[in-house]
């Protein structure tokens, strides 16, 4: 390495051999140090040191700029010559992140967000959809299958994205290619400097030289798609299942569709968790001897064991007949509300008997009477 070349690693404390996880931890803790705001009595010497870090942390964070700098000794920055300016710092959300947690919301006199960094992000559009479909309880208590259609703008084949005839583009004459602005405002260390969106390109990079007829220079078309839905069995309500890169596309990137269940309730039927609730109808005389019933959830029948002496409103227990727990085999139980069924007919015979049970003593809590 050139003698004269400033030693990064040095500055840093780190080795050749050191991790990007160690670099930034080495940085962190030297940021922490000199931060102008930390030294109030030496404010200048803070700021030029700080600086020095902070050009060091550039080059050896990012593995293309460390590996000419390892070969050559020096590195070229995007603003022309090997002299660092804060213009050359691209890793702004290491940087963020960092301030964010060292000084909360103070590490420029003001949160982060609105000082040094402000307007560094930019994420570009959202290019995820969200698609709710509506289930019946029955559906997720079995699992089935459904056919979702939607609409989204995909990469055009015509012109593979780049929205220009023939796929031919040349170099946005505004970015220079990066697809990016940097808009730098104030003077000396505190300078706001805010990257946005190339606002001639797109954020592309490159401009059609002659704008493709199918997309209009958009690069994206619409289409229609149509997609078979898995609903799980056990599937809770707002469920999101994911479809990757089927969502929205621009710039050649594709967003993920996701399909949010919505479950409806059904007459008769309550669901907590993995268990069900329901009632179910007996005569009184199977609610006072006794007996085995078949009831019935949807499509399904289940055997209910009712004990001699059942109350109306007491709740029997089905054990695993519930929802099954998503993605495995364990199931839930139902809980079963009895409703004792009073006839509103009865024979001659069937008086006679219930008038001679209430005749043993059971006249004050007779069924007959409630």
Known sequence: MNTMAKDYYKTLGVTK?????????????????????ANPTNKKEAEEKFKEISEAYEVLSDPDKKAVYDRTG???????GSNFSWQDFTHYSDFEDLFSRIFGNSGFGGSAGESFFSGFRNE???LDLAIRVRVSLQDVYYGTKKTVKYRHNVTCEECNGTG???????????????????????QGFFRMVSVITCRDCGGKGSKPKEVCPVCKGTGTVPKT????????RGAPNNLKIRYKGKGQSHNGRSGDMFIVLTVDEEPGYRRSGDDIYLGWEISFPEAALGTEV????????????????TQPGDVIKIKGAGFYRMNTSNRGDAHVTVQVVVPKKLTSRQKELLEEFMD???KKHSW???
């Open 17 to 37: 051999d050191s991790s990007p996880d160690d670099i930034k931890k080495a940085y962190r803790q030297l940021a922490k140090k000199y931060h102008p705001d």
């Open 74 to 80: 020096s590195v070229e920055f995007s603003s022309g």
């Open 124 to 126: 570009g559009p959202d």
């Open 164 to 186: 220009a005839k023939g796929g031919e583009t040349i170099t946005c004459p505004t970015c220079h290619g990066t697809g990016q602005e940097r808009i730098v405002q104030g």
């Open 225 to 232: 798609e149509v997609i078979e839905l898995n609903i799980p």
């Open 294 to 309: 078949d009831m019935t959830i949807f499509r399904d029948t289940f055997k209910m064991k009712v004990p001699a002496g």
């Open 360 to 362: 043993l003593g059971e």
């Open 368 to 370: 007959i009477h409630r």
